[in-house]
């Protein structure tokens, strides 16, 4: 049969299983959105207020549903307005595409209304992209936008479909897509034998696992092997939820903003086993010392990641998953009962009581209080971000959304309101900053029109937290521009205005009451975003921090700067 392009794409858009989009219409997309419009039953689509917050919404998407994000802008700035979302699911191998119109193919070139050249902006940040300048090209290019976003290391894909594409008609071929597992060309630089022979003579074994054991759905056999080896684990930030928080064998996140435990027991190691993830600069600090002392096994999907920024002496590039269930079968049961008897060690040092005050802890212990297992918790980038990840306990898998490799502010309400949506409207909680905040949240207008039970908690200490704190380490206090103290924003009115509840909170007591007014009117059927604004301490810093190209023999761990 024959249909029209802007037919295709919902078409195509139904036989891959996709449900919800995100976007913002324009001149270039009219046509489609027809489509949409004719299609609503099947497809739902989201207005957002900016199209940043609709692809930051379809990366949370994704990241909580395990499906592919998608995202429609128009062309020229709703196209541009999209880059800082794709760039972010690119950094953090989120499946995301991205579906953008542009000017007809006769116009092109010519620096008509709202043209740009997006498929040249985003060549470094996608992993396929493609402008389809014949109608009859483009089920095919679906297609592979679909198959290239999950396959292997997954990430963002772009398609561009000038006006007139989405016009002209063609033979409609409706094949039903192959599912793709995700897979990637296996390269090994070793055997399997020589991993498990290693592993098996290990002291003290250590367990580093990234976002790469999510995307392979492998928490379960993640955990299997650290209990048979009785081996500690140490997350990424992308895989902060890849084991339960409560779980004595979870030593937390590690790297420049991780907890002691995490930190120095992987400096401890005898055997560093690394699984689907990246080595990043943040994670590694001082690469000679990082890796000094230890046999280090690299297991990831992507074989651009294997001794890209650490050299591995056992490599494999295969799926995680599949991985460690061989491992299991084959690595013999470890006690290390020295081994764990340090690790208990330093989880004591590591251990912080109840801290006096209005303190951020305080703020994100209570909140979890009131949260399940299964809540959402969104963060944007600061401060606020890498307190979440110290301390609040995760129960379940795909419940943490965080801009890991972009650290892009601005980043959270929009992805909270993804993830939300993915969850089935639950109750999703977001950490933000008053600096991250500013960033993005006119996106509370589409959290409040689709009624979505967000809790924003917004820890304000008039400042940008990070950049304040390292002013304060390396640049002598000099706080250039990092102060927000003039800025008079009343986040609680601002609230109001977009028709969510406001509260103020200044101390424990006041924050519990508030979050148990907001319990019992949602149980009483009352569903608005709540924005609750704490205030914090400007000089409450984040510890421990290993410093820019340090190791942990430079870790400080209080106010003063004392390893």
């Not at 300048?133 to 772009?158: C, H, I, M, S, Y």
């Not at 980038?381 to 301390?391: A, E, F, I």
Request: proline letters at 4%; glycine letters at 10%.
């Amino acid at each position: 049969m024959k249909l029209t392009g802007a037919e295709i794409v919902i078409k195509r858009l139904i036989a891959h299983g996709v449900k919800t989009v995100f976007g913002y219409p324009g001149g270039a997309v009219l046509t489609l959105y027809d489509e949409l419009y004719r299609n609503s039953e099947q497809i739902e689509h989201i207005l957002t207020a900016h199209e940043q917050g609709a692809a930051h919404a379809a990366d949370g998407y994704a990241r909580v549903s395990g499906k592919t994000g998608v995202v429609i802008a128009t062309s020229g700035p709703g196209a541009t307005n999209l880059v800082t979302g794709i760039a972010n699911a690119y950094l953090d191998s989120v499946p995301l595409v991205a579906i953008t119109g542009n000017v007809s193919v006769p116009l092109l070139g010519r620096d008509s209304f709202q043209e740009v050249d997006i498929v040249s902006i985003t060549k470094t940040m996608v992993k396929y992209n493609y402008i389809v300048k014949d109608v009859n090209q483009l089920e095919t290019a679906l297609n592979d936008a679909f198959r290239v976003a999950n396959e292997g290391r997954k990430g963002p894909v772009l398609i561009d479909i000038p006006k007139n594409v989405q016009s002209d008609v063609c033979e409609y071929v409706g094949a039903v897509p192959e599912f793709q597992a995700t897979q990637s060309r296996e390269n090994a630089a070793c055997d399997l034998d020589e991993i498990v022979e290693a592993i098996n003579n290990a002291e003290r074994p250590f367990i580093y696992a990234g976002g790469g054991v999510i995307s392979a759905g492998a928490e379960s056999e993640l955990l299997q092997l650290s209990e048979k080896l009785s081996a500690p684990v140490g997350l990424s930030m992308m895989g902060l939820t890849a084991i339960p928080g409560e779980h004595p064998l979870n030593l937390g996140k590690s790297g420049m903003h991780g907890k002691y435990a995490s930190s120095l027991a992987k400096s401890e190691c005898d055997v560093l086993i690394v699984l689907g993830a990246r080595f990043s600069d943040r994670a590694t600090g001082n690469v000679g010392e990082y890796s000094a002392g230890k046999t280090i096994i690299h297991i990831d999907i992507d074989e651009r990641e294997i001794g890209k920024n650490v050299t591995p002496h056992y490599s494999l590039c295969m799926d995680v998953k599949s991985v460690l269930i061989q491992l299991i079968s084959r690595v013999k049961m470890l006690t290390n009962e020295k081994w764990i008897s340090r690790v208990e060690e330093l989880k004591r040092i590591q251990t912080v009581g109840e801290v006096p005050g209005f303190v951020p802890q305080g703020i994100i212990e209570t909140v979890r209080r009131f949260c399940d297992d299964d809540t959402v918790v969104a963060t944007d980038v600061g401060q606020h971000q890498m307190w979440v990840m110290q301390y609040y306990r995760f129960g379940n898998p795909r419940t943490l959304l965080s801009s890991g490799g972009l650290g892009a502010m601005g980043f959270g309400l929009g992805a909270a309101i993804g993830g939300c949506v993915a969850s089935g409207n639950k109750p999703t909680v977001l950490f933000t900053g008053d600096g991250s905040f500013g960033m993005n949240l006119i996106e509370l207008a589409t959290a409040v029109s689709q009624k979505l039970p967000i809790i924003i908690v917004i820890l304000n200490n008039s400042s940008l937290g990070l950049p304040r704190q390292w002013q304060t380490a390396f640049y002598g206090g000099r706080y250039s521009h990092s102060d927000l103290s003039e800025r008079k924003t009343d986040f609680v009115a601002l609230a109001e205005a977009f028709g969510a509840r406001g509260y103020r909170a200044k101390e424990p007591s006041m924050l519990e009451s508030i979050l148990e007014e907001v319990t019992s009117a949602r149980v009483h059927g009352e569903v608005l975003p709540v924005v609750i604004d704490c205030f914090v301490d400007a000089d409450e810093i984040v510890l421990p921090m290993i410093p820019p190209g340090g190791s942990v023999k430079d870790i400080i761990t209080n106010h003063k700067g004392d390893g």
